[in-house]
């Protein structure tokens, strides 16, 4: 089989098995470059082959199997070896800007309401679980600290939110872990997909919030009132793990966009 300009002899032997497993004629590829830790090469346009290490790619897959949604990527192969995975490809663009906030929320607030229950004993990223959900929050918040130090320094507030939360049950569930437009792709304005799970083991209100912070043109436009009103749970619980998502949330925005920080900032002294 004729296979040229792939960039090493792995992705060649890669790309020719796939073709053979799905008895498909090799037409074109292209590597994707997102900023993602994975290796991704686009085959005839229509499969997405995906290269990690062995346990993001089998935690990842563990989720899709579970979480069946039209939003989610169709696993097309797994090598036994889980040295790579083959998805369809979701095609559109990254979702960087917000068209239409309401109808994102009401997408992402179906998505995560529809996780599966998920019985296991640990908590937080699939496959590096913690004791509690507690612990994997404060895992998140001392991580995010290394960047926020010149910015919050009084973290009591914080504290104050992993108690109130330990009031509340929820029921276990294994949910995406890093659920932003980041990794929303859209298509004529509107969400068409979600791609890169880091799966977590917990509750879904984390995702939930998580995407309606992952971007100032939703943040900015959606208040905690129509947040209580949508997803029906303790007003306490709500703002204390809101609290908690954008404190993590800032730490990314430094790395990731500074130019937006001024307004979670902002957002933030509002809340605490």
């Not at 935690?59 to 790579?84: M, P």
């Not at 992402?108 to 004993?121: D, G, L, R």
């Not at 995406?176 to 209100?205: A, C, E, Q, S």
């Not at 993590?248 to 001024?262: E, F, G, S, T, V």
Request: hydrophobic residues 35%; proline residues 2%; contains cysteine.
């Amino acid at each position: 089989m004729e296979v040229q300009g792939l960039q090493n002899e792995k992705d060649k032997e890669i790309v020719i098995t796939v073709l053979k497993k799905l008895n498909e004629e090799y037409e074109n590829h292209e590597y994707f470059n997102d900023g993602a830790s994975s290796r991704v090469i686009l085959l005839n346009n229509k499969y997405l082959i995906k290269q990690n290490e062995k346990n993001v790619l089998m935690a990842e897959v563990e989720f899709l199997r579970l979480n069946k949604s039209k939003f989610f990527q169709n696993i097309i192969y797994v090598d036994e070896d889980y040295e790579f995975v083959v998805y369809e490809y979701i095609e559109g663009e990254i979702m960087k800007s917000v068209d239409n906030v309401d109808d994102l929320i009401s997408k992402i607030y179906n998505i995560t309401k529809n996780y599966k229950k998920y019985n296991h004993s640990g908590f937080g990223y699939l496959n590096e679980e913690v004791d509690t959900w507690a612990d994997f929050l404060e895992q998140e918040i001392e991580y995010s600290k290394k960047y926020l130090s010149g910015y919050v320094n009084n973290d009591d507030i914080l504290k104050k939110c992993i108690k109130n939360l330990a009031k509340y049950d929820f029921e276990t569930k294994l949910i995406h872990g890093d659920f932003g437009t980041h990794n929303f792709i859209k298509k004529d304005k509107k969400l068409v997909g979600v791609i890169d799970p880091m799966p977590v083991i917990g509750d879904p209100l984390y995702d939930f919030l998580f995407a309606i912070v992952s971007n100032v043109q939703i943040l900015t436009k959606v208040t905690l009132d129509k947040i209580y009103d949508i997803v029906k749970e303790p007003k306490e619980k709500v703002l204390s793990m809101f609290i908690i998502v954008i404190y993590c949330r800032m730490a990314r925005c430094i790395k990731y966009h500074p130019q937006d920080m001024n307004t979670y900032m902002k957002v933030w002294y509002n809340l605490t």
